[in-house]
């Protein structure tokens, strides 16, 4: 078959493997631990929410190397949100969550950069947040580690340092929504399938960083992910 152009296909490295996991879609869980909601001004019982980015806005750094990212337009405030990705390894819809561990290949350390300064501006005024969340480069993203490799993931601790000063510091256990009910509900919407990835929410301590920073984030089991913004 003739193609105009090549398309580009998103992938992430896999730790103990040669193959890479082929990037389908981003979904992002909004607001899933209480001390991040009560930063972003919202009580801290509010149900979770979705919201998505493109496949292409990954940026795989593979575990132990610095990744380059590049500082994005249009923001005066861009910030940090260390989270926990789940890789779908296994498809399906309204997964029970009984079931949904089985349809996990793996986990990785990831950030959902966000243009703060434009997500609020768009939520005041109730209009879609993609020019805050969905931009170009914005989920740089460790390899990721196979269940098979380090079991069912459901606490450890979960940490972002800028320029080596600690910034965000929580555990995993501490998910408002954890993984197989975050599994379970998206699925009632969306028909999940493999290459998915679901970056599962920030603990409190986001902030700003600048041109030059570096970013080291690290979840107990998975590793750093280390990146600087260029
Ligand atoms: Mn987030």
Known sequence: MNHIF??????VPITGSQEMFPVRRIYCVGRNYAEH????????????????KPADAVVPVLTGTLGKVAFPSRTDNLQHEIELVVA???????????QANAHVFGYAVGLDMTR?????????????????????????LASIHPL??????DQGAIRLKVNGQEKQSSDIAKLIWS???IIANL????????????????????????????????????GDLSIVLV
């Open 179 to 181: 993984v197989p009910e």
């Open 88 to 98: 779908i390894g296994k498809g399906g819809g309204n997964i029970p969550v009984d």
């Open 187 to 222: 699925s009632e919407y969306f028909s999940l399938a493999p290459g998915d990835l679901i970056f599962t929410g920030t603990p409190e301590g986001v902030g700003k960083v600048e041109k030059g920073d570096t970013l080291v984030g690290s979840i107990a089991g998975l």
């Open 148 to 153: 098979s490799e380090t079991g069912i993931l």
């Open 37 to 52: 909601a009560k930063e972003m001004g919202f009580d801290a019982r509010e149900l979770p929410f979705f919201f998505c």
């Open 6 to 11: 090549p398309l580009h296909q998103a992938a």
């Open 116 to 140: 703060r300064d434009l997500q609020f501006a768009m939520r005041d005024k109730g209009r879609p947040w993609e020019i805050g969340k969905a931009f170009d480069q914005s989920a740089p």
